[in-house]
């Protein structure tokens, strides 16, 4: 059993850069794919960006390639998402997931076991 937690959402100005972080506890996320999904208001929830387990695979939703990154410490069972040049389009509650499954396709497919609670991010204009 994995539990997630994530942190790191606010307010931000169009253009702008933010972090926001996930900590597993339970099980070990070591060999798990980790990932996040986000929803905007009225919107349903859709993909971001997923790793693999060793880190060395990423994956990116189109809207956000080149702007987002994310990456992982499997020793301090984290994973975090940098986001550059926001927009309001981005203004979402984002969540962290992770399966049980080493690769990051297996987040973009949806097929995830496990999912924080969701951050909120506002960008505003």
């Known amino acids: 059993q994995v539990q997630l937690t994530e942190s790191g959402g606010g307010l931000v100005q169009d253009g702008g850069s933010l972090v926001v972080s996930c900590s597993a506890s339970g099980s070990g996320i070591d060999g798990y794919a980790m990932g996040w999904f986000r929803q905007a208001p009225g919107e349903e929830r859709e993909f971001v960006a997923a790793?693999?387990?060793?880190?060395?695979?990423?994956d990116y939703a189109d809207p956000v390639k080149g702007r987002f990154t994310i990456s992982r410490d499997n020793a301090k069972k984290t994973t975090n998402l940098q986001m550059n040049r926001l927009t309001p389009e981005d203004t979402a509650v984002y969540y962290c997931v992770s399966a049980m499954n080493p690769f990051s396709i297996t987040i973009r497919k949806g097929e995830v076991d496990w999912w924080g609670n969701g951050t909120l991010v506002t960008v505003s204009s």
């Open positions: 790793i693999d387990w060793s880190g060395d695979k990423t």
